[in-house]
């Protein structure tokens, strides 16, 4: 099962920010936090991801309690392109031995209108 | 310089039929897996291959299921004797590496999408 909770859906005018929360209240000390967005019909696209600092690129930025137990995706001047469903992720960080899968939840539809 | 590829993007079967998936790589990239994602849900991993070894199979839903990588580049998610239930979106991901303490960063094809008749 996911170890993350996210609001099923929201909404956002273009050109505001939209900020996306997440809780992971059980996270351990060696699990990153990763963002993927899944638009219609493609696979999931990397957003972002971070450990304990908040993170910003091109695309969000990413800011994580001081507990770590919740983090919210940033999104400065959301677009009609960034309609979509987006996951919040919690993983341990790889191994030599092994590669870790991604558990996906039901993530967040994240609706940006004109 | 192209993300991963998958084909066909499209694949009707009739049940009974045997269908082989094929995903492309990230050139150089180790680790490859697969997901399966039902309509309304988030992706559900099957397997993962590092190189030609597949080190996990815990997902795959039925014996039906079989997921080769023999070069360490080129995968194949084959299923045989297709069931209704089997119609979903496959999705691969790759990512460059396993690197200790890191956090590898997994980039996915844009699926294939089987519908079993």
């Known amino acids: 099962d996911a170890k993350t909770t996210q609001p099923p859906s929201m909404d956002c005018a273009e050109g505001r920010a939209a900020n996306l929360p997440c809780n992971h209240s059980?996270?351990?000390?060696?699990?990153?936090v990763y963002w993927y967005r899944q638009i219609h019909s493609q696979g999931p696209q990397y957003i972002i991801h971070?450990?304990?600092n908040n993170e910003t690129n091109e695309m969000a930025s990413l800011i994580i309690t001081e507990d770590r137990k919740s983090s919210t995706l940033i999104l400065p001047h959301a677009t009609l392109r960034d309609t979509a469903v987006y996951y919040c992720?919690?993983?341990?960080?790889?191994?030599?031995?092994?590669?870790?899968?991604?558990?996906f939840g039901k993530g967040t539809t994240l609706s940006v209108s004109s | 310089g192209a993300g991963v590829s998958q084909s066909p993007r499209y694949k009707v079967a009739k049940r009974g039929q045997d269908v082989a998936l094929r995903c492309d790589p990230i050139?150089?990239?180790?680790?490859l897996f697969w997901y399966q994602q039902a309509l309304g849900q988030g992706p559900e991993f099957l397997t993962y291959?590092?190189?030609?070894?597949?080190?996990?199979k815990s997902g795959l839903p039925s014996d039906r299921f079989f997921a080769e990588r023999p070069e360490g580049s080129v995968s194949t998610l084959k299923i045989q004797r297709t069931q209704q239930e089997d119609s979903a979106v496959y999705l691969c991901?790759?990512?460059?590496?396993?690197?200790?303490?890191?956090?590898?960063?997994?980039?996915f094809g844009p699926g294939t999408r089987l519908t079993v008749l």
């Open positions: 991901a790759s990512s460059a590496s396993f690197s200790v303490g890191g956090a590898d960063t997994q980039y």
């Open positions: 992720i919690v993983r341990v960080a790889t191994t030599w031995q092994a590669g870790t899968a991604l558990i």
């Open positions: 050139s150089g990239h180790v680790s």
């Open positions: 971070g450990l304990k």
């Open positions: 059980t996270i351990s000390g060696n699990e990153y």
């Open positions: 291959f590092q190189n030609e070894a597949q080190l996990d």
